[in-house]
T-cell receptor, first 118, second 114 residues
Framework: DTEVTQTPKHLVMGMTNKKSLKCEQH?????MYWYKQKAKKPPELMFV???????INESVPSRFSPECPNSSLLNLHLHALQPEDSALYLC?????????????????FGPGTRLLVL | AQKVTQAQTEISVVEKEDVTLDCVYE???????LFWYKQPPSGELVFLIR??????QNEISGRYSWNFQKSTSSFNFTITASQVVDSAVYFC???????????FGAGTRLFVKA
């Protein structure tokens, strides 16, 4: 099973709402990633978890709060978002955590959650 | 500072033509990683390859090949005998030691016409 699932597929939320995005993989991967991609722009890496610990936070505002409750699950909690946060949020996982040289890496991406903040 | 330049915004080819997508990078790290990703019109992102800076061997995978040249700071991607299904946006990316600060290029949109 080489699948990364993300729920929900679409989400519309107001600026005062609290919502969560969910990502799941059962490939035994120990690295999981959140990316944000605005329309017609390249993806931007937001967070990386390595062995369930946050290893990279790319200066993301605190209204985005990641959580990795176990090795298969990655959440992104959203609170007080702004309309400019509307984007496609992509989750990925890989067997090789960042920084491990000499190993072939394959990243698997989920289909993404399309978020609209009103 | 790190930078990735994909100078080709759009490329259009006819099926069965070979096409090369250029990627030039800048970094001061001695250890770094280079990536290529594909994003078809459906929107999902597909990982194609990761290369670390110590491995300058060229890579071939089916119709895909990658040419890593440290001397010119380039990591170009060639599709041989292109097919309509290759139509997508292709992103080149760079990350430094430990995977920090991953930078994506602006992407190259490839149209393959039947």
């Amino acid at each position: 099973d080489t699948e990364v699932t993300q729920t929900p597929k679409h989400l519309v939320m107001g600026m005062t709402n609290k919502k969560s995005l969910k990502c799941e993989q059962h490939m035994g991967h120990r690295a999981m990633y959140w990316y944000k991609q605005k329309a017609k722009k390249p993806p931007e890496l937001m967070f990386v978890y390595s062995y369930e610990k946050l290893s990279i936070n790319e200066s993301v505002p605190s209204r985005f709060s990641p959580e990795c409750p176990n090795s298969s699950l990655l959440n992104l909690h959203l609170h007080a978002l702004q309309p400019e946060d509307s984007a496609l949020y992509l989750c990925a996982s890989s067997h090789v955590p960042p920084g491990r040289t000499g190993e072939r890496e394959t990243q698997y991406f989920g289909p993404g959650t399309r978020l609209l903040v009103l | 500072a790190q930078k990735v330049t994909q100078a080709q915004t759009e490329i259009s080819v006819v099926e069965k033509e070979d096409v090369t997508l250029d990627c030039v990078y800048e970094t001061r790290d001695t250890t770094y990683y280079l990536f290529w990703y594909k994003q078809p019109p459906s929107g999902e992102l597909v990982f194609l390859i990761r290369r670390n800076s110590f491995d300058e061997q060229n890579e071939i995978s089916g119709r895909y090949s990658w040419n890593f040249q440290k001397s010119t700071s380039s990591f170009n991607f060639t599709i041989t005998a292109s097919q309509v299904v290759d139509s997508a946006v292709y992103f080149c990316a760079l990350s430094g030691t430990g995977g920090f600060k991953t930078i994506f290029g602006a992407g190259t949109r490839l149209f393959v016409k039947a």
